[in-house]
């Protein structure tokens, strides 16, 4: 049995595999494979969900079921907050 795929893009099948009358398909990639990507600079004070317009030196990001957000805080002081060293 022939199968054919036409997606009007390059389309690459790998590791085909045939049984009796059973094909098993590994892996379909449509489309050409990017070999690099462009790196950006990237602050976190542009990631969305994130306020950080209160920073300050040593300041950790809280979830702020209000705002939505992850918010700059120096203090933990909800009571949901727990935090476990491990053990050494």
Do not use: C, H, W
């Not at 300050?56 to 909800?78: I, K």
């Amino acid at each position: 049995m022939a199968i054919r795929v036409s997606t009007g893009q390059t389309t690459m099948i790998s590791a085909l595999f045939a049984r009796g009358q059973t094909t098993q398909i590994k892996k379909i990639v449509v489309g050409r494979p990017i070999s690099s990507a462009a790196i950006a600079a990237v602050s976190i004070d542009s990631l969305v969900g994130v306020n950080t317009s209160g920073k300050t030196q040593g300041s950790l990001l809280v979830y702020n079921a209000t705002t939505n957000n992850f918010e700059t805080s120096t203090t933990l002081n909800d009571i949901n907050q727990v935090v476990d060293g491990g053990t050494y």
